[in-house]
């Protein structure tokens, strides 16, 4: 167990839809990731945050946006769902500050777009 | 841009045989190396990491990796292969600035254990 909780653990709904996926890092912690692991694209980096605040953007598509809660948690929100945005997204967590601190990753939430 | 190749898609061994996972590299300076491994349906667990000193790096569950900088390779290596190393293996290189802790990943090494 990494410490890092994502919620929903699956999700299934239908192309067009509005999910939020949610993310607890662990405690202390002040950076989230979050990362999209899909067959097709492997796994790619979406998003950063730190102490509240977008640190670095990656292949994240203008349909995704997140943010990071003054308690830290964090929320991934896809909108206008796709098939194509079937995949696991993970949220991952360090203490930041440092980059030799490791980044422990939550088990994922598994979205099917049907 | 840095970026990871993971040469081999898929690697089936045999239990109590050695295991070794191909990772190279492309960074503009000195990189972060790390190695993950995914066990199915789990998330990503860190196996070792190198950021300097010796270019031979002890992990957990019995797994090293050299760092070759004359390469640009970060080989993971097991002397004996247990049938519950059966998993994913992602090489992941970062971050690529000092405000920026992304990692990137290769595509990832399945690994097979056989009796």
């Known amino acids: 167990d990494s410490g890092v909780t994502q919620t929903p653990k699956h999700l299934i709904t239908a192309t067009g839809q509005r999910v939020t996926l949610r993310c607890s890092p662990r405690?202390?912690?002040?950076?989230v990731y979050w990362y999209q692991q899909s067959l097709d694209q492997g796994l790619q980096f979406l998003i950063q945050?730190?102490?509240?605040?977008?640190?670095a953007k990656g292949n994240i598509l203008e349909r995704f946006s997140a943010q990071q809660f003054p308690d830290l948690h964090s929320e991934l929100n896809l909108s206008s769902l796709e098939l194509g945005d079937s995949a696991l997204y993970f949220c991952a967590s360090s203490v930041a500050g440092d980059p030799h601190n490791e980044q422990f990753f939550g088990p994922g939430t598994r979205l099917t777009v049907l | 841009a840095q970026s990871v190749t993971q040469p081999d898609i898929h690697i089936t061994v045999s239990e109590g045989a050695s295991l070794e996972l191909r990772c190279n590299y492309s960074?503009?300076?000195?990189?972060?190396l790390f190695w993950y491994v995914q066990s199915p349906g789990q998330g990503l667990q860190l196996l070792l990491k190198?950021?300097?000193?010796?270019?031979l790096v002890q992990g957990i569950k019995g797994f090293e990796a050299e760092f070759k900088r004359s390469q640009s390779s970060f080989n993971l290596r097991k002397p004996s292969v247990h049938w519950s190393d059966a998993a994913e293996y992602f090489c992941a290189v970062g971050p690529s600035s000092s405000n920026d802790y992304k990692l990137s990943f290769g595509a990832g090494t399945t690994v097979t254990v056989r009796a």
């Open positions: 405690s202390g912690d002040l950076s």
């Open positions: 190198y950021f300097s000193g010796d270019t």
């Open positions: 960074y503009g300076a000195t990189p972060y």
């Open positions: 945050y730190y102490n509240g605040e977008e640190r």
